[in-house]
C-alpha cells in the first residue's frame, strides 16, 4: 500500500479523545494515515444522540472505530449502533471494529449489528482498562487514597490501553483480521485490594480499597452526576464470569499483554498521582 492511497483512506475514530480512541488515532496518525475524530468537539462534530451529525462525520470515511459511550450494555446503545453501522456503510465505509466489553450479553447485540452492517468487520472485546485508574473513574480516589467500590473480593483481568489501541490499530490496517473476534486481557488476575496494593507500591502512597454496598455507590454516583447504571454494571461484570485470562492480545499481536505493575510504574512516573 504506497503513503498516498493510505491518506485517502480517512479513519473515523469515534471517541478519539478518549482513553482508546486517543491511542488509536495517534498510531494511525504515526503510520501517515488520514484521521478523523468524531467527537462533539471535532470538524464536523459527531455526537450519538444526534444523526443529523452523522452524515458530515462519515464523509470520505472508509473505515471507523467504533466506541460507545457510556457502554453498550446500556439502554439504546445498539439501536444507535445498528442505525449509524447502517449510515456508515451507506455511505462508503468499508471497515467497522467495535470496541465491546467482556461478559455483557447486552453488548453481543451491538456486535451483531455491526456483523450485519455488510461491512468487514472486527469486535475487540475488552476487560476493565488499566488507565481507568490513572484517566478517568477512579483517578480522583486514587488520589484521596481511598478507592470505595461495590466489588467485593471479585477479581478482574485488567487490561492496558495500549494493548487494546494496538489490537485495534492492527484490525483497522490489516485484512487478516476481518471477521475475528478478541477477547482481551491482561496477564493476571487482581482484586481491588490487589490493586490497591500496586498502585501503593507505585506511588509510595497508602492506597486502601474499601467495599461499599451496590446502594452506597449509587448515591456516589448520583453526588458525581454520572449515570447510576455503573453500579449495575459493576454487579454484573464482576459476579465471577470474567474471573479468568484471555489471550485476544497474543492471538491478534503476537505478543503478552502488559501487566497491571508495568502500567501503574509508568503512570506513577508522569505524575499523574502526585498529590
Aim: hydrophobic share 40%; no cysteine.
Amino acid at each position: 500500500m504506497t503513503q498516498n492511497t493510505q491518506n485517502a483512506q480517512i479513519t473515523l475514530v469515534i471517541g478519539g479523545h478518549g482513553k482508546t480512541g486517543r491511542r488509536v488515532a495517534e498510531r494511525l496518525t504515526a503510520q501517515g494515515r488520514a484521521v478523523r475524530i468524531g467527537s462533539r468537539s471535532g470538524e464536523p462534530p459527531f455526537v450519538w444522540e444526534d444523526s443529523s451529525t452523522w452524515g458530515p462525520a462519515l464523509e470520505g470515511v472508509d473505515r471507523v472505530y467504533i466506541t460507545y459511550y457510556p457502554d453498550l450494555a446500556f439502554p439504546g446503545a445498539a439501536e444507535q449502533v445498528a442505525e449509524f453501522s447502517k449510515a456508515a456503510v451507506a455511505a462508503g465505509a468499508r471497515r467497522l471494529v467495535l470496541l465491546s466489553g467482556r461478559g455483557e450479553e447486552a453488548a453481543e447485540v451491538s456486535e451483531n449489528h455491526v456483523k450485519a452492517s455488510g461491512a468487514d468487520w472486527t469486535i475487540v472485546r475488552s476487560s476493565w482498562f488499566n488507565q481507568n485508574f490513572s484517566e478517568s473513574f477512579f483517578l480522583e480516589p486514587v488520589l484521596a487514597g481511598e478507592i470505595a467500590l461495590p466489588t467485593g473480593d471479585a477479581v478482574e483481568a485488567f487490561v492496558d490501553a495500549d494493548d487494546i489501541a494496538d489490537v485495534v490499530v492492527a484490525a483497522l490496517t490489516d485484512d487478516k483480521h476481518i471477521g475475528k473476534t478478541y477477547e482481551l486481557s491482561g496477564p493476571r488476575l487482581l482484586s481491588y485490594s490487589d490493586v490497591a496494593a500496586e498502585l501503593s507500591k507505585a506511588t509510595g502512597r497508602d492506597i486502601k480499597y474499601i467495599s461499599v454496598t451496590n446502594e452506597e455507590y449509587r448515591a456516589v454516583l448520583r453526588e458525581n452526576g454520572l449515570p447510576e447504571d455503573f453500579a449495575d454494571l459493576f454487579t454484573m461484570i464482576l459476579d465471577g464470569r470474567n474471573a479468568h485470562l484471555v489471550h485476544g492480545v497474543e492471538e491478534a499481536l503476537g505478543r503478552k499483554p502488559k501487566d497491571f505493575s508495568d502500567f501503574a510504574r509508568e503512570a506513577a512516573a508522569t505524575g499523574v498521582w502526585n498529590v
